[in-house]
């Protein structure tokens, strides 16, 4: 059929719009879990482009300005700031000395007969003061005593008008007081001799006798030094020097033994007649040098080995003949607690 048009009509299905959504609470115990968006569902929006700024001057400030505006570092928790501490410290202190002495006798006037030295026990209490990291200054109190053994001969004149016998039928005699030259001084000695009754001696005859004696002087001492300290850790090694006051407190005098070579004497003793040697000087000053091995056993407390050695500066007698130097050596242990 010509001219005849032929209309084709499409179905267009209708749109039906859905009612909007009702908000209703979530309960977030029993909401379901919502998984996210697969990667071809997400869609990435570009950033705007950040727009280039001008560049800023930086102006610095004076240095006067930034010291109010910084804040103190403050320790951290549990940490305290470190100071120093125990710079005072103090002790007792014992220790073995060999002591003797040097004898400056000008005109040759010595004491007769032989001495040597002996070991005395000295102790006390030390303290001192830390002048620094390394430096320190000393001072303490001490008992000490310079001791000597000596061999002496003695001229005994005897007198038969003293002559009487003892409870065993010896004939004793006691005898007026004798001076006799010890290594301190001259001492004021009773002497008694005991002979055999069959061997008599004649009146005015010399006997003479060798003592030995143990003769020592006390002293109370008063050091002043000056400590070198180095090391770290546990271990610290010092240097020391100063000077010692020696102030004399008492003399003792011990008659070991007593020996003659005349026939017939039996026994030989003697005492003194006061606890004083003629001629001491009351004080004598010394020169003190030693070394110190220190180990700290706890944060207060420290153990010091010391060896040191001392040279009388003053004559241990007061007017005399000849000059006598006291002379020691020996180890000090100290226990010094830091206060």
């Known amino acids: 059929m010509a001219g005849t048009a032929t209309s084709v009509v499409e179905d267009v299905p209708e ?3 859905s009612p909007p959504p009702t908000e209703r609470p979530i309960d977030i115990d029993t909401a379901p ?3 996210a968006p697969a990667a071809a569902d997400c869609t990435l929006t570009p950033a705007p482009a950040v727009l280039a700024s001008p560049p800023v001057e930086l102006v610095p400030l004076p240095l006067a300005e930034l010291q109010w505006q910084q804040k103190p570092e403050l320790p951290a928790a549990g940490i305290r700031p470190r100071r120093e501490k125990n710079r005072l410290y103090a002790g007792p202190v014992e220790g073995a000395f060999f002591t003797s002495r040097v004898l400056q006798a000008p005109d040759g006037n010595a004491p007769n007969g032989r001495e040597s030295g002996a070991w005395t026990l000295q102790y006390g209490a030390a303290a001192g003061l830390r002048l620094g990291r ?3 200054v000393e001072s303490g109190l001490q008992w000490s005593a310079v001791r000597l053994q000596a061999q002496r001969t003695v001229d005994f004149r005897y007198r038969t008008d003293r002559e009487q016998y003892n409870a065993q039928r010896f004939v004793y005699q006691n005898s007026d007081d004798q001076s006799v030259q010890t290594s301190f001084g001259e001492v004021d000695m009773r002497m008694d001799i005991e002979r055999e ?5 004649l009146d005015q005859a010399l006997v003479r006798l060798t003592l030995l004696t143990d003769e020592q002087v006390r002293y109370v001492r008063l050091p002043l030094l000056l400590r070198r300290q180095q090391g770290a850790g546990r271990w610290q090694w010092s240097l020391a020097a100063g000077l010692g006051f020696n102030f004399e407190s008492g003399y003792d005098l011990r008659l070991t ?3 003659t070579n ?3 004497v039996r026994r030989i003793s003697a005492r003194l007649q006061q606890q004083r040697a003629e001629g001491l000087a009351p ?3 010394d020169a003190q040098f030693g070394l110190g091995l220190q180990y700290r056993l706890a944060p207060q407390w420290r153990l010091r080995l010391a060896p040191e050695f001392r040279y009388g500066l003053g004559s241990m007698y007061q007017n005399g003949p000849f000059r006598s130097l006291a002379l020691s050596g020996g180890v000090q242990v100290g226990m010094l607690w830091g206060l």
Do not use: C, D, E, K
Request: no cysteine; proline share 9%; glycine share 4%.
């Open 15 to 17: 749109t039906v719009s």
């Open 33 to 35: 879990l919502q998984t």
């Open 134 to 136: 390394h430096w320190s």
């Open 197 to 201: 009754p069959n061997r008599p001696i």
């Open 257 to 259: 033994a007593a020996r």
């Open 262 to 264: 005349r026939l017939g």
């Open 283 to 285: 004080f004598y000053l």
